[in-house]
């Protein structure tokens, strides 16, 4: 299998061929890694979930990598504004598991879980 893209839907799609579907799996980039992007530090609980299945999250956690979100919001390129910075408006991030973590640095961690098996090169 060829999978095109080692962002992180590349790097879990390469993750879970090569470890669960024992496939052959080669992953390819047109960027090397580690590499900037300006977008993607938000991870909410599914992406989550996926991470910890794949052992990828204790690892980031032990090695201090991730940030807690307890506030956020946004502004639209129309000037809507949803901001929570007083954990009243527009409500709180409870309940809900919500981390920053850096796309670059997510990528790497990534990139290391699937190629962790022998069925997968980068």
């Known amino acids: 299998v060829l999978i095109v ?6 790097s ?14 080669g992953l390819f980039d047109k960027k090397s890694f580690p590499r900037a992007k300006p977008c993607g530090d938000a991870w909410c609980a599914p992406a989550l979930n996926l991470l910890e299945e794949m052992g990828v999250l204790k690892k980031m956690e032990s090695d ?7 506030r956020g919001g946004f502004i639209s390129p129309f000037g809507y504004q949803c901001i929570n910075t007083d954990g009243a408006k527009y409500g709180t991030v409870t309940g809900c598991k919500t ?11 990534l990139v290391d879980a699937a190629t962790s098996s022998s069925l997968c090169t980068f």
């Open 64 to 70: 201090g990598i991730i940030h807690s979100v307890n």
């Open 12 to 25: 879990t799609a390469a993750y879970f061929s090569a470890h669960e579907g024992k496939l052959k799996v």
């Open 99 to 109: 981390y920053a973590i850096k796309r670059y640095i997510a990528d790497k961690y």
């Open 5 to 10: 893209g080692a962002g992180p839907a590349g």
